[in-house]
Structures are given as C-alpha cells and as structure tokens.
C-alpha cells in the first residue's frame, strides 16, 4: 500500500471522528416510536456526509418501516463491486443513572468513546465514510454504501427493500461492520451469527380485576400464571426446554469460567445457565430470555388478582435452524404449558434467520492479508451469539457473493448495555484494514 494513502487515510480520520460523535448524538432508537424523526435524522445526516464523500449517486429509501440510505460510487472497468453495509439506529439505553455519562454525550475517557451508538454501529458507519474520504471520493472497486435504520429491531422491511432495489445493491463482495473483534489488537472475522425470532404471550385467568382477600385461593391470577409458564422454557440448569430447536457444538477453545464471569459482571454465587463450553452456549446453542412483562410496577400494586399478563420472551437459534419453524416450537411450548387451564394468546414478532459463513476464496485470503497489515497481527475466526438479520437475506438476494463481517467493536465496548464504547485506536486500525482490502480487491 502507498505511503500517500495512508497518509491520506490519517489525514481524514480527525475529522471523520467528529463526524462520528456528531452521529451518536442522535439518539436515533428504533424501537421507539417517539424516536422516529430521530431515526430519519441520522439517516439524512448519513446520506449528507455521503455525498461530501463523493457519491455519484445518494437515496433516501424506505419500504414502509424506518429509512436507509443508498449511495454508489460506480465500478471502474473490469473491477468487482463491493457493497458496505452497517446500521445507525442504536438500542435503548436503560436506566440512565447507571451510566457514567450521559449515552448521547459522546464523551472520550481513557482512549475509548462512550456513547451509545458509539460502537454499535455508528463507529460501522464512520469507518466507511473515512475509507471512501482516503480515497478521495474515486474508490478502486464499485462501492455502495447501505446503512439501515432498523437492524435494532430485526430489520423488518430489509425483505421489500433489498426486492425494491436489487438492482442497484447487487454486487460481488458484501463487507459488514456490525461486529466484533476478538481484542483491540486482534482482528476477527465473524463465521457465524444466531437467529434471533422472538414473541409476545398473553395470559388470562379471569375476566376482571378481583380482591385477592375475597377471591385469593381459588382464583389464580394471571401474572402468576405467566410466571409459571415462563419458568418452563428452561431446565433446572438453564438449558433451553423448547422441544425441537437445533443444537451445535463449536471447535473453538473453551473460554475459562472466570474469564466470562467477570466480562459479564454475575453477582457471587450466580451459575452459568446450561451445558458445554462457553463457546457453545454462546454461539452453537439456543438462548431464550424475557425481555419485558406488562404488569404493575411494585409502586402500583393493589391487593388485586390481575385477570392478564404479557411478556415478550426473545429466542436466539443456532446457526443451522429456520426462524420459521423455531416461532412454531416456541409457540407450541407455551400453549402446551400454560398452567391451570388459563386461557394463553401468542402473538409472533420479528424473526431472523442465522448465518454461517464460509471463508475459503480469493477474497477471504486478501482480507486476511489486509487485516493482519492494519493490526499486527493476524485475523481469527470466530462466532457471535447476536444476530445480524441483514446477512442472511442478502446473501439470498446476492447469490455467489462473498460475504465477510467485520469488527468495529471489541470484549469491552459492552454493546447494548451501560457505558457503551469505542476502543478509538482499534477503530483507526479497523479503517485502515477495509482501506487495504478495497485497494486489493482491484485487479
């Protein structure tokens, strides 16, 4: 690689790093609806900066869900087409006391930004504005930039808009930054990510709210009931009971106990839930949670029997299962196990589907040598228990593509939970990477 575009990559990211603490000063929540202009914000500020990048072309799109820009930069003859892809909607941020300054106050301490957003994805986002302002707007290869204001919560229209627009999507390598590393100096490559599908069970017990001194004992109450049913989706050691999802093993090397404990913050006392290494339960194995229950907080409780309670219960699936079938096993479970009779109503969400990545070709053998140059060292394979929905449906819209993802974050940047962050020089040698690999890709 020339000294002159590495010069020109170095002189870009000062500026590029504002561009990213402006970015997660938006707080552009998906999930909430109060957030939609939000959300539409930095998507438009996203498409402003990629036409100063140089953009031949720039397009606000939507298919009836939150906005996503399209912006081209047309393929040189005889060169691949490469499309970048990551999200700027961000997760909410929980309780804002916890966090040790304010998620929308980008703020740097330590040589880690912290913010929500910071890492995950707008950190994605920035990198590959950066790569395209190195070039000076003239990449070697054909780009398009896709950046989504719905990954967040399962990327419900990416279906109609990769149909939408197929066309102009269409391309030979498909590069995603929305993961992780495996150090700040160890780059990795992601092979395979859970599915995620996830939904919501009502329960109901009687008709109306009932004195739980004149009808207690007989009469159930529903958040009871829903208590007692959400307690079947697990064994006694947290191995997921829902008859019928797949299960894999990992080769990967077993994390040690403490390691995890620590990185996770369990309480003392508190086990690890389920069996096999910490590899397998994280990447190869089913997870269920309850992310939310719809009933009185302790402040508003009454000496009342509830007559309903719902929850939404999220499912991650193993690489190797189908979103489809694994809403079916769900929601044969909790109709079958609903206590006393109560009268049970599921009502399906969003869904994903899990992905695993082959890494043999010409393309993954480039990367590996542009990503071992930009960090000193070489580039691991590794899994992900989260979910990126977006890779599955694109590969499917993108048949024979080579599909690579890529970190942006690293064990620490603590995505979706308090003091999220950005490890800053782990973000320049993220940048400098995909620069080196676009500039490999051409013939």
Known sequence: MSNTLRTA??????????????????????SDAAHAADVRLVIDRVAELATDAGAAAVEVVSAGGHP?????????????????????DVQPTGPIEHWTSPPFEPTERDGRLYGRGAADDKAGVAMHLAVLRAFGGTPPVGVVLFVEGEE????????????????VLRSDVIVIADSANAGVDIPAFTTSLR??????????????????????????????????????????????????????????????????RAA?????????????????RLWNKPAISVL??????????SNVLLPRARAKVSLRLAPGDEAGSALKALTAHLERHVPWGAAVTVVTGSAGEPFALSTTGDVYDLARAAFA????????????GGSIP?????????????????????PSSNWHGIDESLHLVMWESACLAELLLLESLAP
């Open 9 to 30: 990559l170095a002189a870009v990211l000062p500026a590029t790093r504002l561009d990213l603490v402006e970015l997660a000063r938006i707080p552009s929540i998906s």
């Open 68 to 88: 996503a820009v399209i912006a081209t930069w047309p393929a040189p003859p005889g060169t691949p087409t490469v499309l970048l892809y990551a999200h700027a």
């Open 152 to 167: 967040e919560i399962g990327s419900p229209t990416l279906v109609a808009l990769l149909a939408e627009h197929r066309d």
């Open 195 to 260: 599915g995620l599908v996830d939904a919501y069970v009502e329960v109901q017990t009687h008709q109306t709210p009932l004195h739980s001194g004149v009808y207690g004992g007989p009469a159930g109450d529903a958040l009871t009931a829903l208590c007692r049913l959400l307690a079947t989706l697990h064994t006694d050691d947290g191995t997921v009971a829902v008859e019928g999802l797949h299960v894999g093993t990992s080769t990967a090397a077993d994390v040690p106990e403490e390691q995890f």
């Open 264 to 280: 996770v913050g369990m309480v003392p006392g508190m086990q690890l839930l389920g069996c096999g290494t910490v590899p397998d």
């Open 292 to 301: 939310g229950l719809d009933a009185p907080s302790t402040a508003e409780a």
């Open 373 to 384: 140059e930009a960090y000193g060292n070489e580039a691991v394979e590794m899994g992900q």
């Open 390 to 410: 977006f890779i599955a449906e694109f590969a499917r819209a993108n048949p024979g593509a080579t599909v690579l993802v890529t970190g942006v974050g690293d």
